[in-house]
Structures are given as C-alpha cells and as structure tokens.
C-alpha cells in the first residue's frame, strides 16, 4: 500500500517539474497540497521522503512548517529523508514559503534554528535581513556564527550600510 503513495507522490514531484518549465501549467491545487503536505506525517519514511520531494517541487504550496516539524523528528540515521526535508524547506523559503522569515516570531526557539540553517543557503536579501534579526538566537561559539556573519555581509540590503549591518557581531 505504501508503495502506491510513494507513486502518486512521485507523480505530483513530476508535476512540479512540468510547472517549472511550464509556467502556464495547471498549479497543484488545495485538496492535493494538503495530501502532499499530510504524506509528511505518514508511518513509511520512504512516502515522507517522496512528500518532501514532491514539496520541493511545488513551491506554492504551504509546507514550511510540516517540514520544519519533520526535520526535528527525522532520526539521524535516515540522511536521504533529512536530505530531502531540507532541500524542500529551502526551496518553500525560497518561493512562496518566504512568509515564514517575516513570521518567525510563530516559531519555537528551536524551529527558528531549522529556519536559520536553512536561510544560509538563500542567496536573498529577505534570508539576510532575517539572519540579522535573529542572529541572537546563534550561540557566540556556533560554528554557524560565522557563517551568519558572512551571508548577512554579502547579502543583505543594499541601502543599509555595511557597519551598521556589522556593528552587532
């Protein structure tokens, strides 16, 4: 049965694709998201997998907070799911799902630290300017505090001055 969904997951991620080459084709509409976005949730890490991939590619839809959610719960050993969760979440943030860095005050502490990760792979002004407000939430000895410093420094807005960016680090 499990493989079935995994099918019809696999379906919608190749849908996605079409959408990406093919603007004027039909958008993923709501009752299919939320089956896309409730796959997250499924028992078979395998149709979790294909949920994230198929969310991947259909940016529109809203699952940056069930993949926030299943990127915490993934076990360490299963690399390809948080693979997928990640490259899923980053694609969302990246797409329809940039609501969340201006929400983010919704998230825990926690889920803000996914999120904060995650935006170190956007090369955008809104990742940046998000990295500035909660650079707080970075411990002082983190390897990521660098790597913070360094996106804001190269990505954030071109109408603030880099020492004012700067001057908080």
Do not use: C
């Amino acid at each position: 049965v499990s493989q079935v969904r995994v099918h019809g997951l696999r379906v919608v991620a190749d849908r996605g694709l079409a959408l990406q080459s093919n603007p004027k084709a039909p958008a993923l509409d709501k009752s299919l998201s939320k089956l896309v976005v409730g796959a997250l949730q499924d028992s078979s890490p395998l149709v979790q997998r294909m949920a994230a991939e198929a969310l991947a590619q259909q940016t529109q839809v809203d699952g940056v907070k069930p993949l926030v959610e299943l990127i915490a719960k993934v076990p360490a050993e299963d690399t390809h799911l948080l693979y997928m969760a990640r490259l899923a979440l980053r694609n969302q943030l990246n797409g329809a799902g940039v609501w969340a860095f201006r929400a983010a005050d919704l998230f825990s502490h926690e889920e803000r630290a996914t999120l904060i990760d995650i935006a170190l792979g956007l090369k955008t002004e809104i990742a940046a300017e998000f990295l500035l407000k909660y650079q707080d939430s970075v411990p002082k000895d983190s390897p990521l505090r660098p790597r913070v410093l360094e996106h804001v420094a190269r990505y954030a807005p071109k109408d603030r001055p880099a020492h004012e960016t700067l001057v908080r680090y």
